[in-house]
């Protein structure tokens, strides 16, 4: 059974492009979260997610970021014209209700 | 008041000691609880699990839970400059199993 996979684990976008992060959760796992961690810090809850269902996404900023996590395939954290203030680790985590397991995160760098 | 207070530390200690790491938090809704080590540019790793009030034992790791002081706790016997890490508290509960980090605690063992 694999861990939770991110992809890609290093990401450099010029300053008003898109990122696009993935996250496959473990197998049989239904609840996503998403995290951010800046440099030194901790990690800051972003959004929540259930198949299909965005549950709480009061860590989000409002706007040019978004988040889904479809009836197939991974779930995405979409960024919009990233900005310098975006750069930072994302990890996504997943559980099946209680316990979550981590994947080993994304580094976005935008330059 | 913050949801889950974590004292960051850091925190240092010679070799063979007792690390003792705690978390305070708010919510009386709170069930499952967690504790994360997390290397260095690497994702959280789930050390220990423990629903409801309680002391659970593995290895040299042990997680205690006090719900009537909203109080949580992590010790690490014989401590080995591998346990050198950020341990974060997690915790969930209340009906949204939204995960609620504390800020990490750094911890660093000295040979």
């Known amino acids: 059974n694999a861990g939770v996979m991110q992809n890609p684990r290093h990401l450099v976008r010029r300053r008003g492009q898109e990122a696009r992060l993935r996250c496959s959760p473990m197998?049989?796992?239904?609840?996503v979260y998403w995290y951010r961690q800046l440099p030194e810090e901790g990690l800051k809850f972003m959004v929540y997610?259930?198949?299909?269902?965005?549950?709480?996404e009061s860590g989000m900023p409002k706007e040019r970021f978004s988040a889904e996590f479809p009836k197939e395939g991974p779930s995405i954290l979409r960024i919009q014209q990233v900005v310098r203030g975006d750069s930072a680790a994302y990890f996504c985590?997943?559980?099946?209700?209680?316990?979550?397991?981590f994947g080993q995160g994304t580094r976005l760098t935008v330059v | 008041q913050k949801e889950v207070e974590q004292d960051p530390g850091p925190l240092s200690v010679p070799e063979g000691a007792i690390v003792s790491l705690n978390c305070t938090y708010s919510n009386s809704a709170f069930q499952y609880f967690m504790w994360y080590r997390q290397y260095s540019r690497k994702g959280p790793e789930l050390l220990m699990y423990?629903?409801?009030?309680g002391n659970k034992e593995d290895g040299r790791f042990t997680a205690q839970v006090d719900k009537s002081s909203k109080y949580i706790s992590l010790f690490i016997r014989d401590s080995q400059p591998s346990d050198s890490a950020t341990y974060l508290c997690?915790?969930?509960?209340?009906?949204?199993?939204?995960?609620?980090f504390g800020k990490g605690n750094q911890v660093v063992v000295i040979p």
């Open positions: 997610l259930q198949k299909e269902n965005i549950i709480d």
């Open positions: 985590a997943s559980s099946w209700g209680t316990e979550a397991f």
């Open positions: 997690a915790m969930s509960g209340g009906g949204n199993n939204r995960l609620a």
């Open positions: 197998k049989g796992h239904s609840h």
């Open positions: 423990t629903y409801s009030s």
